[in-house]
C-alpha cells in the first residue's frame, strides 16, 4: 500500500475581492510535503494574489489558511515567514544600492534572535549569528554560482538578470523555511538563463531536502520539467488538478490560454 504523503498546508474556501471583483474564489488547495508543486494560468486569473493571501500581504474577505497545523489567516508577513513560509516576486524587490550579502541578510530578520539591545550590551551574540547568517549565505551562493562569493560586497544591481534571481532565491532559503513561493522566476530570461533556472530549482531540492516548492510560472517548459502536480486558475478559480499531462490536455485549461474557438477547432 502506497504511504499516505502529509499535507502541510491546506486553504478552505479562500476568497479575494477587490471592491465588487472576484480575484479569488473558493479556492480549496491542498500542499504536500517536499513536493513541488506549479500554478499556472493566464494573465489576471489570480496566481500572485493567491501567493499574497498566503502570505499576509493581503487579508482574505472569507476562508481560511493552515500550515503545519497552524491557522495563518489574518497574521502578518513577518509571521507567516517565522513560522516557515518564504517567497520571491514576479517583480524583483531587491535593493539594487546594497550588496549582494546585504540583501540575503535581510531575509533573516523574521528569525534574528538579537535585537538592538545586543548592539549595545551583548555585542558577542551579535557577532556570533551575524556571522552564522554570512556563512550561510556563502554557502547557499557557492550552490548556485560560486563566481557571486568573489561579488558579495558589489551592488545587486551590477549582476546580470540570472544572477539576482540567484540572490533572491538565496534570500528566501537562507532562513530555512519548509516551503518556498517562487513567483515567475523565469520573467525576463532567455531560453539559456531559464535551462539554468530548473537546474537551480534542483539545486534547492538537493539544499534542502525537506523543503516544499510552489512554484507560478508562464513557461510550461519549467513547469512540465520540474513539478510532480499542477493546478490552474482561470477568473480566481481552480479549473484543473493533477499531472503536467493531464492539465496541459483539459479542455477548461486549452480554452484559458487558447480561446474556445481554438479549444473546439
Known amino acids: ?42 494573465n489576471g486569473s489570480g496566481k500572485t494574489t493567491f501567493f499574497n493571501v498566503i502570505t ?3 487579508k482574505p474577505t472569507k476562508g481560511r489558511f493552515y500550515f503545519m497545523g497552524e491557522d495563518l489567516t489574518g497574521k502578518e508577513p513577518y509571521e507567516i515567514t517565522r513560522k516557515g513560509i518564504s517567497r520571491t516576486y514576479q517583480i524583483s524587490r531587491l535593493c539594487l544600492d546594497l550588496t549582494i550579502l546585504d540583501n540575503i541578510l535581510i531575509g533573516t530578520y523574521p528569525v534574528q ?20 547568517h554570512t556563512e550561510r549565505a556563502v554557502h547557499l551562493l557557492n550552490i548556485f554560482n560560486p ?3 568573489e561579488k558579495l560586497f558589489v551592488p545587486v544591481r551590477s549582476l546580470p538578470h540570472i544572477d539576482r534571481r540567484r540572490v533572491e532565491i538565496c534570500r ?25 533556472l530548473m537546474d537551480d530549482i534542483e539545486k534547492v531540492r ?19 520539467s520540474v513539478s510532480e ?32 474557438e481554438v479549444a473546439n477547432g
Open 147 to 149: 563566481d557571486l562569493i
Open 113 to 132: 534572535k538579537s535585537g538592538y539591545s545586543d548592539a549595545i550590551f551583548n555585542r558577542k551574540k551579535l557577532i556570533k549569528e551575524v556571522k552564522k
Open 206 to 224: 538537493k539544499e534542502m531536502e525537506n523543503v516544499t516548492i510552489m512554484i507560478i510560472e508562464h513557461d510550461m517548459k519549467v513547469i512540465s
Open 172 to 196: 528566501a532559503m537562507i532562513a530555512e523555511p519548509k516551503l518556498i513561493l517562487l513567483d515567475e522566476p523565469s520573467a525576463g530570461m532567455n531560453a539559456d538563463e531559464t535551462k539554468e
Open 229 to 260: 502536480r499542477v493546478i490552474a486558475l482561470n477568473f480566481g478559480q481552480v479549473i484543473a488538478e493533477g499531472t503536467y499531462e493531464e492539465v496541459s490536455h483539459n479542455k477548461e485549461v486549452i480554452e484559458a490560454y487558447l480561446g474556445k
Open 56 to 58: 499576509g500581504f493581503y
Open 1 to 42: 500500500m502506497a504511504e499516505e504523503k502529509k499535507v502541510i498546508f491546506y486553504t478552505e474556501d479562500i476568497e479575494m475581492r477587490f471592491g465588487g471583483l472576484y480575484a479569488l474564489k473558493n479556492i480549496n488547495i491542498k500542499i504536500y510535503e517536499n513536493e513541488i508543486l506549479g500554478m499556472i494560468g493566464p
